[in-house]
């Protein structure tokens, strides 16, 4: 059984707009979630994060909510560029250390 | 900064046949390390994680096995190739509050 899903396999956004990326997870002990961002054939990289303490962080365009009552966190792109297009991955921190991750969200952004 | 090196980049190999993906990390002293695996269509599935050297935990029984014979080399291996062993392999590492950063991939074709 997933952990963590993301939803929708693609996001297609036009160039300026707001891409907005979804997560649900089922584990309440969760505390960390991270964002990763990847580019075919080249491993993942991290993008930001955020602890169970806060509902919000924010880094340049880039901002991630996370709703612990309803266990689910989304991330913000704003505005969207072409270069943001890439597959993301959301991911918990798992009692090892490990991250466990969702099958991802193919963003697109059209110019 | 960690640096994770990985190789080869591409693989193509028959089935039944040995494997070995390297991974050495530069930056970082003992870290944790990391196999995962993407599979088509798929997320990363989290294969094999060491606290240090020696130290293997399997999450997945499968046919392939993990080594760790120095602090910052991460080795994984198989016997006897199947077709469901292809995929996208990733060698990820973390130390103290670092997100886990990832290397750049083996892609592994099996024939």
């Known amino acids: 059984d997933q952990q963590v899903k993301q939803n929708s396999p693609s996001l297609s956004v036009q160039e300026g707009r707001i891409s907005i990326l979804n997560c649900d997870y089922t584990n309440s002990m969760f505390d960390y979630f991270l964002w990763y961002k990847k580019y075919p054939a080249e491993g993942p990289t991290f993008l930001i994060s955020i602890s169970s303490i806060k509902d919000k962080n924010e880094d340049g365009r880039f901002t991630v909510f996370l709703n612990k009552s309803a266990k689910h966190l989304s991330l913000h792109i704003v505005p969207s560029q072409p270069g943001d297009s890439a597959v993301y991955f959301c991911?918990?921190?798992?009692?090892?250390?490990?991250?466990?991750f969702g099958k991802g969200t193919k963003l697109s952004v059209k110019p | 900064s960690q640096t994770i090196h990985q190789w080869p980049a591409t693989l193509v190999q028959p089935v039944g046949s040995p494997l070995s993906l390297e991974c050495t990390v530069e930056g970082t002293s003992n870290p944790n390390l990391y196999w995962y695996r993407q599979a088509a269509g798929r997320g990363l599935q989290l294969l094999f994680y060491?606290?240090?050297?020696?130290?293997i935990s399997s999450e997945v029984p499968q046919n392939l096995s993990a080594s760790r014979p120095q602090d910052r080399q991460f080795i994984l291996s198989s016997k006897k190739l199947l077709l469901s062993d292809s995929g996208f392999y990733l060698c990820a590492c973390s130390g103290g509050t670092q997100p886990q950063h990832f290397g750049d991939g083996t892609r592994l074709s099996i024939l």
């Open positions: 991911a918990a921190t798992g009692s090892q250390g490990n991250l466990i």
């Open positions: 060491s606290v240090g050297i020696g130290q």
